[in-house]
Protein backbone atom coordinates (compact mmCIF):
# COMPACT_ATOMS: atom_id res chain seq x y z
CA UNK A 1 0.00 0.00 0.00
CA UNK A 2 0.78 3.53 -0.64
CA UNK A 3 2.14 5.79 2.45
CA UNK A 4 0.34 8.51 1.96
CA UNK A 5 -3.41 9.47 1.60
CA UNK A 6 -4.35 9.81 -2.42
CA UNK A 7 -5.42 13.50 -3.74
CA UNK A 8 -7.80 13.97 -5.98
CA UNK A 9 -9.10 16.51 -7.91
CA UNK A 10 -12.89 16.23 -8.97
CA UNK A 11 -13.84 18.79 -11.92
CA UNK A 12 -18.03 19.50 -11.92
CA UNK A 13 -18.08 18.32 -8.23
CA UNK A 14 -20.51 20.50 -6.98
CA UNK A 15 -23.23 18.62 -7.96
CA UNK A 16 -24.43 15.23 -9.78
CA UNK A 17 -21.93 12.88 -10.86
CA UNK A 18 -19.20 14.52 -9.87
CA UNK A 19 -20.65 15.10 -5.97
CA UNK A 20 -21.08 11.62 -5.96
CA UNK A 21 -17.39 10.71 -6.83
CA UNK A 22 -15.77 13.02 -4.43
CA UNK A 23 -17.95 11.30 -2.36
CA UNK A 24 -17.16 7.84 -2.71
CA UNK A 25 -13.44 9.24 -3.16
CA UNK A 26 -13.59 11.12 0.34
CA UNK A 27 -15.07 7.39 1.52
CA UNK A 28 -12.18 6.07 0.35
CA UNK A 29 -9.41 7.71 2.31
CA UNK A 30 -8.45 10.33 -0.26
CA UNK A 31 -8.10 14.15 -0.07
CA UNK A 32 -10.22 15.92 -2.57
CA UNK A 33 -10.42 19.36 -4.87
CA UNK A 34 -14.02 19.82 -5.52
CA UNK A 35 -15.33 22.48 -8.26
CA UNK A 36 -17.42 23.79 -9.47
CA UNK A 37 -19.70 26.92 -11.03
CA UNK A 38 -21.32 27.76 -7.02
CA UNK A 39 -20.05 30.22 -4.42
CA UNK A 40 -17.41 28.93 -1.99
CA UNK A 41 -19.87 29.41 0.75
CA UNK A 42 -22.76 27.23 -1.07
CA UNK A 43 -20.05 24.36 -1.19
CA UNK A 44 -18.28 24.59 2.21
CA UNK A 45 -20.60 22.71 4.52
CA UNK A 46 -20.69 19.41 1.80
CA UNK A 47 -16.69 20.02 2.16
CA UNK A 48 -16.99 20.03 5.87
CA UNK A 49 -19.42 17.19 5.83
CA UNK A 50 -17.07 14.73 3.60
CA UNK A 51 -13.78 16.05 5.90
CA UNK A 52 -15.96 15.33 9.16
CA UNK A 53 -17.23 12.22 7.87
CA UNK A 54 -14.29 10.27 6.32
CA UNK A 55 -11.45 11.87 7.66
CA UNK A 56 -9.99 13.54 5.14
CA UNK A 57 -8.78 16.98 3.68
CA UNK A 58 -11.55 18.56 1.13
CA UNK A 59 -11.60 21.97 -0.14
CA UNK A 60 -13.30 23.71 -2.46
CA UNK A 61 -12.40 25.73 -5.79
CA UNK A 62 -14.74 27.71 -8.17
CA UNK A 63 -11.88 27.41 -10.86
CA UNK A 64 -14.26 28.34 -14.26
CA UNK A 65 -13.18 25.45 -16.40
CA UNK A 66 -14.46 26.95 -19.65
CA UNK A 67 -11.24 28.81 -19.99
CA UNK A 68 -7.66 26.92 -20.11
CA UNK A 69 -6.53 29.61 -16.75
CA UNK A 70 -9.41 27.82 -14.60
CA UNK A 71 -8.13 24.32 -15.79
CA UNK A 72 -4.70 25.18 -14.97
CA UNK A 73 -5.47 27.51 -11.87
CA UNK A 74 -7.71 24.51 -10.47
CA UNK A 75 -4.56 21.83 -10.72
CA UNK A 76 -2.32 24.71 -9.06
CA UNK A 77 -4.55 25.15 -6.32
CA UNK A 78 -5.01 21.67 -5.63
CA UNK A 79 -1.25 20.99 -5.62
CA UNK A 80 -1.16 23.85 -3.25
CA UNK A 81 -3.48 22.24 -1.04
CA UNK A 82 -2.20 18.81 -0.50
CA UNK A 83 1.17 18.78 -2.14
CA UNK A 84 0.41 16.59 -5.38
CA UNK A 85 -2.52 15.34 -7.63
CA UNK A 86 -2.90 11.76 -7.88
CA UNK A 87 -6.20 11.38 -10.04
CA UNK A 88 -7.84 13.43 -12.12
CA UNK A 89 -11.58 13.46 -12.73
CA UNK A 90 -12.79 15.34 -15.80
CA UNK A 91 -16.28 15.65 -14.96
CA UNK A 92 -17.85 19.21 -15.52
CA UNK A 93 -20.20 18.91 -18.39
CA UNK A 94 -23.31 20.86 -19.76
CA UNK A 95 -26.14 20.30 -22.41
CA UNK A 96 -28.01 22.02 -24.95
CA UNK A 97 -30.48 20.15 -27.48
CA UNK A 98 -31.19 21.46 -30.40
CA UNK A 99 -31.41 20.64 -34.23
CA UNK A 100 -28.43 21.61 -35.83
CA UNK A 101 -29.72 24.42 -38.34
CA UNK A 102 -31.42 25.83 -35.18
CA UNK A 103 -28.21 25.01 -32.49
CA UNK A 104 -26.84 28.42 -31.17
CA UNK A 105 -23.18 29.14 -32.15
CA UNK A 106 -22.32 30.42 -28.97
CA UNK A 107 -23.55 26.74 -27.39
CA UNK A 108 -21.60 25.02 -29.37
CA UNK A 109 -18.37 27.20 -28.19
CA UNK A 110 -19.69 26.20 -24.49
CA UNK A 111 -20.04 22.92 -24.92
CA UNK A 112 -16.67 22.54 -27.01
CA UNK A 113 -14.54 24.32 -23.71
CA UNK A 114 -15.92 22.99 -20.98
CA UNK A 115 -17.25 19.16 -22.30
CA UNK A 116 -13.69 18.70 -24.51
CA UNK A 117 -11.00 21.55 -24.39
CA UNK A 118 -11.12 21.54 -20.10
CA UNK A 119 -9.87 17.79 -20.53
CA UNK A 120 -6.95 18.79 -22.73
CA UNK A 121 -5.99 21.74 -19.98
CA UNK A 122 -6.40 20.05 -16.84
CA UNK A 123 -4.53 16.86 -18.16
CA UNK A 124 -1.91 18.70 -19.37
CA UNK A 125 -1.56 20.58 -16.24
CA UNK A 126 -1.56 17.76 -13.96
CA UNK A 127 -0.18 14.86 -16.10
CA UNK A 128 3.90 16.01 -15.48
CA UNK A 129 3.25 15.16 -11.81
CA UNK A 130 1.84 12.25 -12.42
CA UNK A 131 4.58 10.54 -14.77
CA UNK A 132 7.28 12.10 -12.74
CA UNK A 133 5.76 10.58 -9.32
CA UNK A 134 5.20 7.18 -11.44
CA UNK A 135 1.81 6.48 -10.91
CA UNK A 136 -1.63 8.61 -11.59
CA UNK A 137 -5.02 8.24 -12.64
CA UNK A 138 -7.04 10.39 -15.73
CA UNK A 139 -10.92 9.59 -15.38
CA UNK A 140 -12.93 11.56 -18.23
CA UNK A 141 -17.14 11.43 -17.74
CA UNK A 142 -17.76 10.87 -21.17
CA UNK A 143 -21.09 9.31 -21.79
CA UNK A 144 -23.33 6.82 -23.74
CA UNK A 145 -22.98 9.93 -26.50
CA UNK A 146 -19.46 8.65 -26.56
CA UNK A 147 -20.15 6.12 -28.36
CA UNK A 148 -23.87 6.59 -30.29
CA UNK A 149 -25.62 9.65 -31.01
CA UNK A 150 -29.16 11.05 -30.65
CA UNK A 151 -30.82 13.82 -32.38
CA UNK A 152 -30.08 17.41 -31.47
CA UNK A 153 -27.31 16.68 -29.57
CA UNK A 154 -24.81 17.80 -31.63
CA UNK A 155 -22.53 19.70 -29.71
CA UNK A 156 -22.46 17.04 -26.87
CA UNK A 157 -22.28 14.15 -28.59
CA UNK A 158 -19.29 15.74 -30.72
CA UNK A 159 -17.43 16.55 -27.69
CA UNK A 160 -18.02 13.15 -25.55
CA UNK A 161 -16.43 11.25 -29.32
CA UNK A 162 -14.05 13.54 -29.04
CA UNK A 163 -12.86 13.13 -25.21
CA UNK A 164 -12.91 9.15 -26.25
CA UNK A 165 -9.61 10.09 -28.69
CA UNK A 166 -8.37 11.94 -26.57
CA UNK A 167 -8.34 9.46 -23.97
CA UNK A 168 -6.92 7.00 -25.53
CA UNK A 169 -4.30 9.21 -27.44
CA UNK A 170 -2.76 10.29 -23.72
CA UNK A 171 -3.20 6.77 -22.25
CA UNK A 172 -0.65 5.48 -24.69
CA UNK A 173 1.57 8.59 -24.28
CA UNK A 174 1.74 7.97 -20.17
CA UNK A 175 1.49 4.10 -19.96
CA UNK A 176 5.71 3.47 -19.23
CA UNK A 177 4.79 5.79 -16.55
CA UNK A 178 2.65 4.04 -14.56
CA UNK A 179 -0.56 6.43 -15.45
CA UNK A 180 -3.56 5.11 -16.40
CA UNK A 181 -5.87 7.24 -18.54
CA UNK A 182 -9.85 5.84 -18.88
CA UNK A 183 -13.13 7.19 -19.68
CA UNK A 184 -16.25 6.22 -18.50
CA UNK A 185 -19.51 6.02 -20.54
CA UNK A 186 -22.49 6.65 -18.11
CA UNK A 187 -26.14 6.11 -19.70
CA UNK A 188 -28.50 8.25 -18.06
CA UNK A 189 -28.41 9.21 -14.65
CA UNK A 190 -30.59 11.46 -12.27
CA UNK A 191 -29.11 14.60 -11.95
CA UNK A 192 -30.15 18.16 -12.26
CA UNK A 193 -28.59 18.09 -15.62
CA UNK A 194 -31.32 15.83 -17.19
CA UNK A 195 -33.99 16.75 -14.55
CA UNK A 196 -33.65 19.79 -16.55
CA UNK A 197 -34.29 18.34 -19.96
CA UNK A 198 -37.32 16.47 -18.40
CA UNK A 199 -40.17 19.11 -18.58
CA UNK A 200 -39.26 20.68 -21.75
CA UNK A 201 -39.29 16.99 -23.64
CA UNK A 202 -42.64 16.25 -21.80
CA UNK A 203 -44.05 19.60 -23.43
CA UNK A 204 -42.32 18.83 -26.64
CA UNK A 205 -43.32 15.77 -27.02
CA UNK A 206 -47.34 15.89 -25.90
CA UNK A 207 -46.54 12.88 -22.75
CA UNK A 208 -46.26 13.26 -19.34
CA UNK A 209 -42.78 13.00 -17.22
CA UNK A 210 -42.96 9.96 -16.71
CA UNK A 211 -43.38 8.75 -20.26
CA UNK A 212 -40.45 10.55 -20.66
CA UNK A 213 -38.40 8.94 -18.19
CA UNK A 214 -39.65 5.31 -19.33
CA UNK A 215 -40.04 5.65 -23.04
CA UNK A 216 -37.40 8.67 -23.95
CA UNK A 217 -34.76 8.39 -21.13
CA UNK A 218 -34.65 4.67 -20.51
CA UNK A 219 -36.00 3.75 -24.00
CA UNK A 220 -32.55 2.87 -24.61
CA UNK A 221 -31.62 1.31 -21.33
CA UNK A 222 -32.32 -2.40 -21.75
CA UNK A 223 -32.17 -2.27 -17.61
CA UNK A 224 -34.92 0.23 -17.04
CA UNK A 225 -33.48 1.58 -14.68
CA UNK A 226 -31.29 5.30 -13.98
CA UNK A 227 -27.25 4.48 -13.35
CA UNK A 228 -27.10 6.27 -10.04
CA UNK A 229 -23.77 8.18 -8.92
CA UNK A 230 -22.96 6.17 -6.20
CA UNK A 231 -22.80 3.03 -9.02
CA UNK A 232 -20.13 5.89 -11.11
CA UNK A 233 -18.03 6.72 -7.93
CA UNK A 234 -17.58 2.71 -7.36
CA UNK A 235 -16.29 2.44 -11.15
CA UNK A 236 -14.10 5.33 -10.88
CA UNK A 237 -13.00 3.73 -7.33
CA UNK A 238 -12.02 0.56 -9.38
CA UNK A 239 -10.03 2.17 -12.50
CA UNK A 240 -8.33 4.18 -9.22
CA UNK A 241 -7.13 0.65 -8.24
CA UNK A 242 -4.39 -1.62 -8.40
CA UNK A 243 -6.39 -4.26 -10.39
CA UNK A 244 -6.68 -1.70 -13.20
CA UNK A 245 -3.56 -1.03 -13.48
CA UNK A 246 -3.51 -2.18 -16.91
CA UNK A 247 -6.52 -0.99 -17.71
CA UNK A 248 -5.64 2.13 -19.64
CA UNK A 249 -7.13 3.85 -23.11
CA UNK A 250 -10.89 2.42 -22.55
CA UNK A 251 -14.50 3.94 -22.71
CA UNK A 252 -16.10 1.91 -19.90
CA UNK A 253 -19.97 1.81 -20.83
CA UNK A 254 -22.28 2.23 -17.33
CA UNK A 255 -25.10 2.34 -19.24
CA UNK A 256 -27.66 -0.42 -18.59
CA UNK A 257 -26.82 -2.10 -22.02
CA UNK A 258 -27.79 0.78 -24.34
CA UNK A 259 -24.75 0.76 -26.44
CA UNK A 260 -24.92 -3.13 -26.72
CA UNK A 261 -27.70 -2.73 -29.11
P1 LIG B 1 -24.82 18.44 -13.10
O1 LIG B 1 -25.48 19.51 -13.88
O2 LIG B 1 -25.53 17.79 -11.95
O3 LIG B 1 -23.41 18.96 -12.54
C1 LIG B 1 -22.56 19.70 -13.37
C2 LIG B 1 -21.38 20.15 -12.55
O4 LIG B 1 -20.52 20.90 -13.42
C3 LIG B 1 -21.73 21.08 -11.40
O5 LIG B 1 -20.89 20.77 -10.31
C4 LIG B 1 -21.40 22.46 -11.94
O6 LIG B 1 -21.01 23.38 -10.94
C5 LIG B 1 -20.21 22.13 -12.82
N1 LIG B 1 -19.95 23.14 -13.85
C6 LIG B 1 -20.80 23.65 -14.77
N2 LIG B 1 -20.17 24.56 -15.51
C7 LIG B 1 -18.90 24.63 -15.05
C8 LIG B 1 -17.77 25.40 -15.40
N3 LIG B 1 -17.80 26.31 -16.39
N4 LIG B 1 -16.62 25.20 -14.71
C9 LIG B 1 -16.56 24.30 -13.70
N5 LIG B 1 -17.60 23.54 -13.33
C10 LIG B 1 -18.75 23.71 -14.00
O7 LIG B 1 -24.39 17.35 -14.19
P2 LIG B 1 -24.18 15.76 -14.14
O8 LIG B 1 -25.39 15.13 -14.72
O9 LIG B 1 -23.68 15.32 -12.83
O10 LIG B 1 -23.05 15.61 -15.25
C11 LIG B 1 -21.69 15.48 -14.95
C12 LIG B 1 -20.97 14.90 -16.15
O11 LIG B 1 -21.50 13.63 -16.46
C13 LIG B 1 -21.11 15.76 -17.42
O12 LIG B 1 -19.88 15.75 -18.12
C14 LIG B 1 -22.16 15.01 -18.21
O13 LIG B 1 -22.03 15.21 -19.58
C15 LIG B 1 -21.85 13.57 -17.83
N6 LIG B 1 -22.94 12.64 -18.03
C16 LIG B 1 -24.14 12.82 -17.38
C17 LIG B 1 -25.14 11.91 -17.59
C18 LIG B 1 -26.48 12.01 -16.92
O14 LIG B 1 -27.39 11.27 -17.28
N7 LIG B 1 -26.64 12.88 -15.94
C19 LIG B 1 -24.94 10.82 -18.46
C20 LIG B 1 -23.73 10.68 -19.08
C21 LIG B 1 -22.73 11.59 -18.85
Known amino acids: ?8 VVTGSSSGIGLGIAEGFAAAGMNVMMNGIESPEEIRPIC ?3 ADEHGVRVAYEPANMMTPEGAR ?11 RVDVLVNNAGIQHVAPVEEFPEAKWDAIMALNLSAVFHTSKAAITGM ?6 RIINVASAHGLVASPFKS ?13 K ?8 NGV ?3 AICPGYVLTPLVEKQIPDTAKARGITEEQVKRDVLLAAQWTKKFVTVEQLAG ?9 AENITGIALPVDGGWTAS
Open 73 to 83: DLIASAEKAFG
Open 235 to 243: VALFLCSEA
Open 1 to 8: MHSHPRSA
Open 169 to 176: TLAIEAAE
Open 131 to 136: KTRGWG
Open 180 to 182: TVN
Open 48 to 50: DRL
Open 155 to 167: AYVSAKHGILGFT
